[in-house]
């Protein structure tokens, strides 16, 4: 993914510097109790150009202090990649890291409500990690004899539980060391604002500022191709924006493919229903983040084709024009690169 990425030091390729050197040159240490050592020597880094400090003054350092910051949240992504951890997650922020980390006090709430039984068991005594949405919607189905629809709406929207996946990845960003841990919502947006920043500080009159603004555009586009839920582009700067975007959607677009090509090979009667409809529901899923990715109001610079489009949404057949369902008043996405 990386390996056509421009490089500021073609001496030492990227993953190859010598420990000691610089800032970035650290010794990989070794951790014990189960945690995972430092990020491995084989990760890959981006490095951007650097100016001396008497070139340029103010503008100068602080476009430096914009680099190093974006290369230190750029090497944790990388490092979390050759982990194999999922690197970025745009949607959770550190109040979601502490509702699943933090115990409130059982005196804070009613016995009833919905806080109290994802914390604490029937008996009063604390759980080891609190039940994420679909265990309290499973809860509320077998004690309460709620629908499961119901079920699920209640702990989506009247409690702070969150959905399995997301709970795993904070408990387990929480447990990873530093250099590999991925960014959360604050850190994201913190890499975007340093490449942005890098860009606007970089106008592109020197070899250098052209080099790091060719980075900065491969970075964004990277960082598009890395998340499987649809983000809308966080930066500022529209060239980095429009990079981010298109690399995003063409990343969405190959996991619905991906998604069919496992959904027709997992046959029924090869692997059973339970993998045929695991594939179809996450080709489902990915069309909506296309949808998503797609919509005018997101990103008004992709236009939908007008002439009529026929998809299957949900299992019915739905006409749309310009992006419109015919026949109801609100938006609906054409997938036109579905069919």
Same mark, same amino acid.
């Given at each position: 993914?990386?390996?056509?990425?421009?490089?500021?030091?073609?001496?030492?390729?990227?993953?190859?510097?010598?420990?000691?050197?610089?800032?970035?040159?650290?010794? /990989?240490?070794?951790?014990?109790?189960?945690?995972?050592?430092?990020?491995?020597?084989?990760?890959?880094?981006?490095?951007?150009?650097?100016?001396?400090?008497?070139?340029?003054?103010?503008?100068?350092?602080?476009?430096?202090?914009?680099?190093?910051?974006?290369?230190?949240?750029?090497?944790?992504?990388?490092?979390?990649?050759?982990?194999?951890?999922?690197?970025?997650?745009?949607?959770?922020?550190?109040?979601?890291?502490?509702?699943?980390?933090?115990?409130?006090?059982?005196?804070?709430?009613?016995?009833?409500?919905?806080?109290?039984?994802?914390?604490?068991?029937?008996?009063?005594?604390?759980?080891?990690?609190?039940?994420?949405?679909?265990?309290?919607?499973?809860?509320?189905?077998?004690?309460?004899?709620?629908?499961?629809?119901?079920?699920?709406?209640?702990?989506?929207?009247?409690?702070?539980?969150?959905?399995?996946?997301?709970?795993?990845?904070?408990?387990?960003?929480?447990?990873? /060391?530093?250099?590999?841990?991925?960014?959360?919502?604050?850190?994201?947006?913190?890499?975007?604002?340093?490449?942005?920043?890098?860009?606007?500080?970089?106008?592109?009159?020197?070899?250098?500022?052209?080099?790091?603004?060719?980075?900065?555009?491969?970075?964004?586009?990277?960082?598009?191709?890395?998340?499987?839920?649809?983000?809308?582009?966080?930066?500022?700067?529209?060239?980095?924006?429009?990079?981010?975007?298109?690399?995003?959607?063409?990343?969405?677009?190959?996991?619905?493919?991906?998604?069919?090509?496992?959904?027709?090979?997992?046959?029924?009667?090869?692997?059973?229903?339970?993998?045929?409809?695991?594939?179809?529901?996450?080709?489902?899923?990915?069309?909506?983040?296309?949808?998503?990715?797609?919509?005018?109001?997101?990103?008004?610079?992709?236009?939908?084709?007008?002439?009529?489009?026929?998809?299957?949404?949900?299992?019915?057949?739905?006409?749309?024009?310009?992006?419109?369902?015919?026949?109801?008043?609100?938006?609906?996405?054409?997938?036109?690169?579905?069919?």
């Amino acid at each position: 993914m990386t390996g056509d990425l421009p490089n500021a030091h073609g001496a030492l390729p990227i993953g190859r510097r010598i420990a000691g050197q610089g800032c970035h040159g650290a010794m /990989p240490q070794a951790t014990g109790g189960g945690v995972r050592a430092a990020a491995p020597a084989h990760a890959p880094r981006i490095r951007f150009v650097y100016f001396p400090s008497t070139d340029g003054g103010e503008r100068r350092m602080a476009c430096h202090q914009h680099l190093v910051r974006a290369e230190v949240l750029l090497a944790r992504v990388l490092a979390a990649c050759a982990a194999g951890l999922r690197p970025m997650a745009p949607a959770l922020d550190h109040a979601a890291e502490a509702r699943a980390m933090v115990q409130p006090p059982r005196e804070l709430f009613h016995a009833a409500t919905l806080e109290y039984r994802r914390w604490f068991d029937a008996d009063g005594s604390a759980r080891v990690q609190p039940l994420t949405q679909e265990a309290l919607a499973e809860q509320l189905t077998l004690v309460d004899g709620l629908s499961m629809e119901d079920a699920r709406h209640r702990a989506a929207h009247r409690s702070h539980a969150l959905p399995t996946a997301d709970q795993a990845w904070l408990i387990d960003r929480r447990n990873t /060391p530093l250099p590999q841990r991925p960014l959360n919502q604050a850190e994201f947006h913190a890499l975007a604002g340093a490449i942005d920043g890098a860009w606007q500080t970089c106008p592109g009159s020197s070899h250098g500022e052209r080099a790091n603004r060719q980075i900065a555009l491969r970075v964004a586009a990277m960082l598009g191709g890395l998340l499987d839920e649809y983000t809308a582009a966080p930066f500022q700067v529209e060239a980095l924006a429009q990079a981010f975007a298109q690399r995003h959607l063409v990343h969405l677009r190959q996991i619905i493919e991906s998604s069919r090509q496992a959904e027709a090979s997992s046959g029924v009667l090869l692997t059973g229903p339970k993998a045929w409809f695991a594939a179809k529901a996450a080709r489902m899923h990915a069309e909506h983040q296309i949808g998503l990715c797609m919509s005018p109001s997101a990103f008004p610079t992709l236009r939908l084709t007008t002439r009529p489009v026929i998809a299957v949404v949900g299992g019915r057949l739905r006409t749309f024009v310009h992006g419109w369902h015919r026949g109801t008043p609100r938006a609906e996405v054409a997938f036109t690169a579905l069919g």
